[in-house]
T-cell receptor, first 112, second 112 residues
Framework: DGGITQSPKYLFRKEGQNVTLSCEQN?????MYWYRQDPGQGLRLIYY???????QKGDIAEGYSVSREKKESFPLTVTSAQKNPTAFYLC???????????FGPGTRLLVL | KQEVTQIPAALSVPEGENLVLNCSFT??????LQWFRQDPGKGLTSLLL?????REQTSGRLNASLDKSSGRSTLYIAASQPGDSATYLC???????????FGGGTRLMVKP
């Protein structure tokens, strides 16, 4: 069953805590992306990766970090430097950066 | 910096009506324009992708058009059904195809 999976579905963060959101794909896609969606708004790009061991900042990278050690995986860490992390986080992948992006089901991050 | 706007933010129509959703963008130097559907609390599903050299794309009851010179795209939905109720997002890809800039979406409700 091919696709993109994100876990967990809901994640709670305490003040000063770093949390990591998982994104895995078995579509053999080279490119992967992380977006943030705030209520009633469109998506904003946090980071993207065109290929393994490479990633680039998007529009709102401050307070976030990523790694791309494997083709299938692109985890996103929300650090304590991100002062307003409450949002819906979406991961996507595409064959290359020039192709249609396919999205995972999302992770909702809430602050305790 | 590319800006994408979708008007209206919300739309309610009776079942069976044909409708048009609007998307405008400020920078006409785009690689492609995509339309997505998002159900509440879910990820995005790609509906149509129009390359910059194309004028329109069709899939079933959906037709998307692109006018780069005026910075506009429209999504036409024929014979709307309650199952079409969702948020529709458009996104413009930059000229390198690397980054998508999303509009805020139009929340559509089709009443039986």
């Amino acid at each position: 069953d091919g696709g993109i999976t994100q876990s967990p579905k809901y994640l709670f963060r305490k003040e000063g805590q770093n949390v990591t959101l998982s994104c895995e794909q078995n579509l053999n896609h080279d490119a992967m992306y992380w977006y943030r969606q705030d209520p009633g708004q469109g998506l904003r790009l946090i980071y993207y990766s065109q290929i393994v061991n490479d990633f680039q900042k998007g529009d709102i990278a401050e307070g976030y970090s990523v790694s791309r050690e494997k083709k299938e995986s692109f985890p996103l860490t929300v650090t304590s430097a991100q002062k307003n992390p409450t949002a819906f986080y979406l991961c996507a992948s595409s064959i290359t950066v020039l192709e249609t992006q396919y999205f995972g089901p999302g992770t909702r991050l809430l602050v305790l | 910096k590319q800006e994408v706007t979708q008007i209206p933010a919300a739309l309610s129509v009776p079942e069976g009506e044909n409708l048009v959703l609007n998307c405008s963008f400020t920078d006409s130097a785009i690689y492609n324009l995509q339309w997505f559907r998002q159900d509440p609390g879910k990820g995005l599903t790609s509906l149509l992708l129009i390359q910059s050299s194309q004028r329109e794309q069709t899939s079933g009851r959906l037709n998307a058009s692109l006018d780069k010179s005026s910075g506009r795209s429209t999504l036409y939905i024929a014979a709307s059904q309650p199952g079409d109720s969702a948020t529709y997002l458009c996104a413009a890809a930059d000229n390198a195809g690397n980054m998508l800039t999303f509009g805020g979406g139009t929340r559509l409700m089709v009443k039986p």
